[in-house]
């Protein structure tokens, strides 16, 4: 089974792929994670990303389609993986679907989680991630907490450049004109699923569930 989850940045989306991947026994592939990655290890790729990712654009087509043609063509995507932040434009979904016939995969399916904005805004500025692990957390779990629950890192919690107030608005712009088409252009081949994103994480998990069974 191959899935591309799909919403608005803060929608829960990472958080689902890594639940969906744990139980499916398939790869999570989250673009938004390999170009984090690369601004940390300063590659060239991390150079040239780190900017446009910091005012909440997207990062050119070409550069994107290039990174998922080589992490899909590894050995763990054979059976399925679930992607993350990708397909953004209709030109990366257009440049994916030539990929999957190159690769035969056929059973692909779009997963739509949607979630009203204002709840997004609130939701995406109340949280932070770990500095030394990139481990993100709700505010709310880390009060008073002085070492990261997951990696023991001390004093390492930060806001994202990208998940300050102005930056998150700019990417729901981006999101609206640029992304959203790619659901149209999913929907129209019969491939999307609609999951409400409001709810607790098992919630939402167990809705997809439900939708991918039925
Ligand atoms: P994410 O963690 O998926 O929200 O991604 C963080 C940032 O990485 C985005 O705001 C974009 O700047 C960039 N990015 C991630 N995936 C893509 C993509 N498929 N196309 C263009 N830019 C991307």
Redesign the pocket.
């Known amino acids: 089974m191959s899935l591309l989850l799909f919403g608005a940045?803060g929608v829960g989306?990472?958080t689902q792929a890594k639940l969906l991947s744990s139980k499916l026994k398939i790869p999570h592939i989250?673009?938004?994670?390999?170009?984090?990655q690369a601004v940390k290890d300063k590659t060239q790729l991390g150079k040239k990303?780190e900017e446009?990712?910091n005012?909440?654009?997207?990062?050119?087509?070409n550069?994107?389609i290039g990174i998922?043609h080589e992490r899909l063509s590894r050995e763990d995507c054979k059976n399925g993986f679930i992607l993350?932040?990708?397909?953004?434009?209709v030109k990366?979904a257009e440049e994916l679907d030539m990929l999957l016939n190159e690769m035969k995969i056929k059973n692909l399916k779009l997963i739509n989680i949607f979630v009203d904005e204002e709840l997004i805004v609130e939701r995406l500025s109340n949280r932070r991630a770990c500095r030394s692990c990139g481990k993100i957390f709700a505010l709310k779990d880390i009060d008073g907490l002085k070492k990261c629950p997951n990696c023991s890192a001390e004093n390492s919690f930060y806001l994202r450049d990208?998940d300050k107030e102005d930056v998150i608005r700019k990417?729901l712009k981006?999101f609206r004109q640029n992304t959203e088409p790619v659901f149209e252009y999913y929907r129209k081949q019969g491939k999307t699923i609609s999951v409400n994103g409001i709810g607790s994480v098992e919630e939402v998990n167990s809705s997809i569930l439900k939708i991918l069974n039925s």
């Open positions: 940045p989306k990472g989250s673009t938004g994670d390999i170009l984090r990303a446009i990712m005012r909440g654009d997207l990062v050119p087509d550069i994107m998922i993350d932040g990708f397909p953004r434009t990366q990208d990417r981006v």
